[in-house]
């Protein structure tokens, strides 16, 4: 079984959808803390390390063979915690970052959150010096795009942030720093590789499953 840990239940079916069309068979089961990300966002993310470190025990004690956590701010806190929960505990948008890294050196980080933009970009600057590549990080934070999340207006926040994205120049790959984003990938009309993250992270976490 893969635990996903979310901070926001609109996770839930973008997942599950992606499981039944990739990786058919795989057992989720989602634990969904929203606090996770609003106490994050108020007091940064090493203050939710105790309380992800307790989600990740109890994920584990319900069977999970690895944990994916989905939340790119508190991703590296995630990873850090979960060294020694005795599975596999992954960030979700560590693939993603890996996969910028190689399509080339100036990347642009997308988000809809600032407390988003910083954990992403130190992550692609974390993945260039593990391959040795010099990378240029650019940020964009799409203004008004998480209130409409908030509201409920899915169309209205993928429309805003896909704006956005085939606004910027001088990129060799876009990343959408929250899987929450990733509906826009397929309203942008920039020639620009357009990267996100549910795909990519939930391919590592299957393959974290079968592994262990």
């Given at each position: 079984?893969?635990?996903?840990?979310?901070?926001?239940?609109?996770?839930?079916?973008?997942?599950?959808?992606?499981?039944?069309?990739?990786?058919?068979?795989?057992?989720?089961?989602?634990?969904?803390?929203?606090?996770?990300?609003?106490?994050?966002?108020?007091?940064?993310?090493?203050?939710?390390?105790?309380?992800?470190?307790?989600?990740?025990?109890?994920?584990?004690?319900?069977?999970?063979?690895?944990?994916l956590c989905t939340c790119s701010t508190i991703g590296a806190v995630?990873?850090?915690?979960?060294?020694?929960?005795?599975?596999?505990?992954?960030?979700?948008?560590?693939?993603?970052?890996?996969?910028?890294?190689?399509?080339?050196?100036?990347?642009?980080?997308?988000?809809?959150?600032?407390?988003?933009?910083?954990?992403?970009?130190?992550?692609?600057?974390?993945?260039?010096?593990?391959?040795?590549?010099?990378?240029?990080?650019?940020?964009?934070?799409?203004?008004?795009?998480?209130?409409?999340?908030?509201?409920?207006?899915?169309?209205?926040?993928?429309?805003?942030?896909?704006?956005?994205?085939?606004?910027?120049?001088?990129?060799?790959?876009?990343?959408?720093?929250?899987?929450?984003?990733?509906?826009?990938?397929?309203?942008?009309?920039?020639?620009?590789?357009?990267?996100?993250?549910?795909?990519?992270g939930l391919g590592a976490g299957a393959r974290a499953v079968r592994?262990?």
């Amino acid at each position: 079984m893969l635990a996903l840990l979310h901070t926001s239940p609109a996770h839930i079916p973008v997942f599950d959808a992606l499981r039944d069309e990739d990786h058919q068979g795989l057992e989720l089961r989602h634990f969904v803390d929203e606090e996770l990300l609003a106490r994050a966002r108020r007091e940064g993310p090493e203050a939710v390390t105790d309380a992800v470190r307790h989600a990740l025990e109890e994920a584990v004690a319900q069977g999970a063979r690895a944990v994916l956590c989905t939340c790119s701010t508190i991703g590296a806190v995630a990873e850090s915690a979960g060294a020694d929960v005795g599975v596999p505990v992954l960030r979700g948008d560590r693939p993603m970052a890996a996969a910028a890294v190689a399509t080339g050196t100036r990347v642009v980080v997308a988000a809809t959150l600032e407390s988003t933009l910083g954990p992403t970009a130190a992550l692609i600057e974390e993945e260039a010096r593990r391959i040795d590549r010099p990378v240029a990080v650019r940020t964009l934070l799409v203004e008004g795009a998480w209130a409409r999340f908030e509201t409920g207006d899915n169309e209205g926040r993928a429309r805003l942030v896909a704006d956005a994205v085939d606004a910027v120049g001088d990129a060799d790959a876009i990343v959408l720093a929250q899987g929450s984003m990733a509906g826009a990938r397929q309203l942008t009309t920039t020639t620009v590789p357009v990267l996100s993250s549910p795909w990519l992270g939930l391919g590592a976490g299957a393959r974290a499953v079968r592994v262990g």
